[in-house]
């Protein structure tokens, strides 16, 4: 059986956040590696990767560091959806396959169930399903009391949905040659011919099994859903403390942490699991990091800075600042006394602008979004939800209150007036009321 991954598509949700999404590193691995090593564990090891021109380089160069398995490569030219992906791999599918989207995160019992049903049936597909409690913007599976699947929907408008089965795409075909024959005979402009496919497949008769899994698990559509993901992850780990690490015998530190090879811990900092901090990261002298924070490599977190439920990528600096509830991307540096706002005066949701309408990030705490190669400028002020583009710099003084584009500076206007001062300065008062201070 070969395993499948989907690494074709472009995250177009995801600005200012410009690396794929499988390859968006949590706790030093890909979302990509974390899927590769539950399908080794499930017992697969034969897999078909199909990227794109702009990240077929970086997956083959990950994809040699793992021994004892077996990787084909495909190349999606543009993002024409699943259907296209797998109709320009034909040629490397036969029989049963796999298809994975190694954006989602969930547990190894995922592949443990699918296998397991499709050992103890005779259906020609096996498709994963999760009971949700709310909408979510993705595909639903409606089943007959059997399992096997009625009906499939990409994308309803909330309170259409066929039923509370989200698609999760964990998908097994034991004909890979039936269902690009029904690929191919799909007609649609939209980018879901694949559950167009697999929607008419089981109104001819093609046996269709709805597996259903209630484990962990957490997709990636938006950029704060990376949030999401650092919180699961750090749930299901425990405490890794690398023997090279140095801690001041000042500083503290509770709870479930995990820290990386040569991370430095300053006086009087503070840590508050769980929490990840990476290789060669210095936490600085009364630093405060608190519970789910995820800390890339090679930063400093620098004197007095507060990082409260955020991500960080690699390469970051701070000094004095607060950074909350944010998501800020690779190579960024904050001045003294710069913050991310993460709460509304108001205390309402905060949303998010996506083009000409406001995205909903179910969130009444939320900071900013800041891609890479950023520099915030000192004492500056970050509102919730302001999305910031790489390559941005946010001038000193500013207070953003609006979204950056890539390679945009925002400055704030001198409000200076120069005058000559007729203020006489009294040493000897100040004398006085030091030593009225020292009585």
């Not at 259409?160 to 004909?175: G, K, R």
């Amino acid at each position: 059986m070969k395993v499948v991954f989907l690494c074709g598509g472009v995250g177009k949700r995801m600005f200012p956040i410009t690396e794929d999404k499988f390859l968006i590193d949590f706790m030093g691995r890909t979302l990509l590696e974390r899927q590769i090593m539950m399908a080794r564990e499930a017992g697969l090891n034969d897999f078909v990767i199909i990227g794109n021109p702009s990240n077929i380089d970086r997956i083959r160069q990950l994809a040699t560091a793992i021994t004892d398995v077996s990787f084909s490569f495909s190349i999606q030219q543009q993002a024409r959806g699943i259907a296209d992906a797998l109709r320009g791999a034909a040629s490397l599918l036969d029989g049963e396959i796999l298809i994975v989207n190694p954006n989602d995160v969930f547990e190894a019992e995922a592949y443990r169930a699918l296998l397991s049903s499709y050992t103890e049936k005779k259906a020609c597909s096996y498709l994963l399903g999760y009971r949700v409690k709310q909408y979510f913007p993705g595909g639903y599976l409606a089943a007959d009391r059997d399992g096997r699947l009625i009906h499939i929907l990409e994308k309803p408008l909330p309170g259409t949905e066929p039923s509370n089965l989200v698609n999760i795409l964990l998908h097994l075909h034991t004909d890979s040659a039936a269902l690009l024959r029904s690929i191919a005979a799909i007609k649609t402009t939209r980018d879901d011919a694949y559950e167009c496919a697999l929607d008419n497949m089981a109104r001819e008769g093609y046996s269709i099994q709805v597996v259903p899994y209630d484990g962990l698990w957490a997709p990636i559509k938006y950029p704060w859903h990376i949030l999401d993901i650092a919180r699961l992850l750090l749930d299901s780990c425990g405490r890794k403390v690398s023997p090279s690490v140095t801690i001041s015998d000042h500083a503290v530190i509770s709870g479930k942490v995990i820290l990386g090879e040569n991370v430095h811990i300053l006086e009087n900092a503070v840590i508050r699991g769980p929490v990840y901090i990476g290789p060669n990261t210095v936490i600085g002298n009364n630093a405060l990091i608190r519970e789910y924070s995820h800390i890339g490599s090679n930063c400093v977190v620098g004197f007095s800075t507060e990082v409260k439920g955020s991500y960080i990528g690699n390469g970051c600096w701070f000094h004095s600042n607060y950074i909350g509830d944010s998501i800020i991307g690779n190579n960024c540096s904050f001045g003294a006394g710069a913050v991310t706002a993460n709460l509304r005066f108001d205390e309402n949701e905060i949303k998010v602008k996506s083009e000409q309408e406001w995205l909903s990030t179910g969130r009444d705490h939320f900071g900013a979004i800041i891609g890479d190669n950023c520099k915030i400028g000192i004492n500056s002020g970050i509102l919730p939800g302001r999305r910031i583009g790489p390559g941005s710099i946010v001038g000193s003084h500013v207070c953003l209150d609006i979204d950056l584009t890539p390679g945009m500076m925002a400055l704030g206007r001198p409000q200076y007036k120069l005058v000559r001062h007729e203020i006489e300065l009294n040493a000897e008062k100040n004398y006085e009321l030091k030593k009225h201070l020292e009585i």
